[in-house]
């Protein structure tokens, strides 16, 4: 049975930083893209960053280049996001994604899910 864990979630001040950290277990993902979306309150679940199977792809959204960074450890069957200069806006339930046939940037493309981790920011 597959399953995603994610951790690291919590409360920060509007500037700080928190890092979420998802680990698969039930099957290797190393063949397999891997992500994070995110859905607050009223609102879509929308896509975060993304990375491919080898770790050389990587995808951000644009609301958070240059703030947030994806990466993944296939001999641990992880993938962290790494969140600085948190917003606001940046509030959310995060959660982990795997993706068999794509590297998953769209809700579409996933196949797994993980059971999501809060993040707050305040202003």
């Known amino acids: 049975q597959v399953q995603l864990v994610e951790s690291g979630g919590g409360l920060v001040q509007a500037g700080g930083s928190l890092r979420l950290s998802c680990a698969g277990s039930?099957?290797?993902?190393?063949?397999?893209?891997m992500g994070w979306f995110r859905q607050a309150p009223g609102k879509e679940r929308e896509f975060v960053a993304a990375?491919?199977?080898?770790?050389?792809?990587?995808y951000y959204a644009d609301s958070v280049k240059g703030r947030f960074t994806i990466s993944r450890d296939n001999a641990k069957n992880t993938v962290s996001l790494q969140m600085n200069s948190l917003k606001p806006e940046d509030t959310a339930v995060y959660y982990c994604?795997?993706?068999?046939?794509?590297?998953?940037?769209?809700?579409?493309?996933?196949?797994?899910w993980g059971q999501g981790t809060q993040v707050t920011v305040s202003s």
């Open positions: 990375v491919g199977w080898s770790g050389v792809s990587i």
């Open positions: 994604a795997v993706g068999l046939l794509a590297t998953p940037t769209a809700v579409s493309s996933t196949d797994f």
């Open positions: 039930g099957r290797t993902f190393r063949r397999y893209g």
